[in-house]
């Protein structure tokens, strides 16, 4: 049974900072592109940031690019992402998911993710 669950959410101030983390089991992490999306309040969920399989690749929507950076740890089967400069815009649930495929186009995420965690709340206060 695959799990993906997220930790590292929680309350701070605009302008600070939050490292998510995902851990993975029941699937062959190597094998997946991983990902972080977002989902606030009445509007649709926002393909965050993705991470290719070459542990290498990353792909950001253009909200993030430069305050976001996204890693994975295959020995640990984790994918972090660690949130610098945060904006009240910023406040949403943030998913992490697996997946086949990851990119960018646009300057918005075009992604198809296999399985999704549960979430975890973060909230940036003016």
């Known amino acids: 049974q695959v799990q993906l669950v997220e930790s590292g959410g929680g309350l701070v101030q605009a302008g600070g900072s939050l490292r998510l983390s995902c851990a993975a089991s029941?699937?062959?992490?190597?094998?997946?592109?991983m990902g972080w999306f977002r989902q606030a309040p009445g509007k649709e969920r926002e393909g965050v940031s993705c991470i290719d399989t070459d542990d290498v690749t990353t792909y950001y929507t253009d909200s993030v690019k430069g305050r976001f950076t996204i890693s994975r740890d295959s020995a640990k089967n984790t994918v972090y992402l660690q949130m610098n400069d945060l904006k009240p815009e910023d406040t949403a649930v943030y998913y992490c998911?697996?997946?086949?495929?990851?990119?960018?186009?646009?300057?918005?995420?075009?992604?198809?993710?296999?399985?999704w965690g549960k979430g975890t709340q973060v909230t940036v206060s003016s």
């Open positions: 998911a697996a997946g086949g495929y990851c990119t960018v186009v646009g300057g918005k995420l075009l992604y198809g993710m296999n399985y």
């Open positions: 029941g699937l062959t992490f190597s094998r997946y592109a």
